[in-house]
């Protein structure tokens, strides 16, 4: 995503996702800690190609793993949170899941056969999501008749202008799903999402996102992987500077000015505690320490 004009081109952040989700589902054999069997269906064949063998894949890990410590166990749980949040809604009935910058997102058919009602809105820029279904075809994975892209130009669309060409209802029962996204975004367009979030008229309506907390010079060594992380994006990864942050400990009261309620949260240490525990008990790793993850309703006020 750029700060100004139109995006075009597919989202290089999207495809570096994709890429460790294979990875990881390559080396756990589709369970706990590598479940999208589907993400290597976007990603161009070469590297599809190479990833089949193990050493290939062992020193590609490593190496991104030396660069940015810690991210490649972050997008494990990363994955295993919106997983578990998407089959909730699923298994719940909710009558809409929207995927805000939904990448090469494969939940919409992973889990294809537990959806018996619920609509789901894919958007992402256009290039993107014609990319995702092109790789979509040529990997013959249905398109369900519940899944609808929702072609978006971030700098000049609003969610309102986007949705409202769909068959979107802001008043029925709706998960939002922000993975991997508001850390990219100025407080602006954060405001903008939450916003129209918290103006949903049902009360159950949640939106899940990760987000990072502030780290500054002083403190940055105190959060595993942080120094590195920013060195790393620093040097390679410019035009995908992280704009917009959470002071540590005021997540609550951020949400809270913009008409919403924290139903969850989990920092860092729990996250791990959470999705990267081994059978035997013992941690996978640590995740790169800024990350957070989030869930919040609009905080509805009884009227006077």
């Not at 494969?106 to 014609?130: C, G, M």
Request: proline share 4%.
């Amino acid at each position: 995503m750029t700060n100004n004009g139109v995006e075009q081109k597919p989202s290089d952040t999207a495809l570096f996702a994709a890429l460790r989700r294979t990875i990881s589902n390559k080396e756990f054999d589709n369970g706990k800690f590598g479940p999208d069997y589907l993400a290597e269906y976007f990603l161009p064949p070469h590297f599809r190609f190479f990833l089949k063998f193990k050493p290939i894949r062992e020193n590609t890990k490593n190496k991104l793993n030396d660069a940015l410590p810690g991210l490649n166990e972050y997008m494990i749980a990363r994955t295993a949170y919106f997983d578990r949040l998407f089959v909730d809604a699923l298994n719940d009935k909710t009558s809409q899941i929207v995927l805000l910058g939904a990448g090469y997102d494969s939940r919409a058919y992973r889990f294809a056969e537990l959806n018996k009602s619920t609509r789901v809105f894919e958007l992402d820029i256009l290039p993107t999501q014609e990319r995702k279904k092109e790789c979509l075809r040529k990997g013959r994975i249905d398109m369900p008749k519940h899944v609808t892209f929702v072609p978006i130009d971030f700098n000049r669309e609003t969610l309102a202008d986007a949705l409202g060409k769909a068959v979107y209802t802001n008043d029925q029962k709706t998960l939002f799903i922000w993975e991997g996204v508001s850390y990219y975004l100025e407080m602006e367009s954060v405001d903008a999402t939450l916003a129209f979030v918290s103006h949903s008229t049902h009360p159950e309506s949640t939106i899940a996102f990760d987000y990072t907390i502030s780290i500054s010079e002083g403190n940055i060594n105190d959060y595993y992987g942080v120094k590195e992380f920013a060195q790393t994006m620093g040097e390679h990864h410019g035009n995908e500077a992280l704009l917009f942050s959470i002071a540590d400990g005021e997540t609550d009261s951020f949400l809270a000015r913009r008409g919403l309620k924290v139903v969850d949260h989990m920092d860092n240490e729990e996250i791990e505690r959470t999705f990267l525990l081994k059978e035997e008990g013992s941690l996978l790793g640590r995740i790169t320490g800024h990350f957070r993850f989030v869930s919040a309703s609009p905080n509805m006020q009884p009227d006077n």
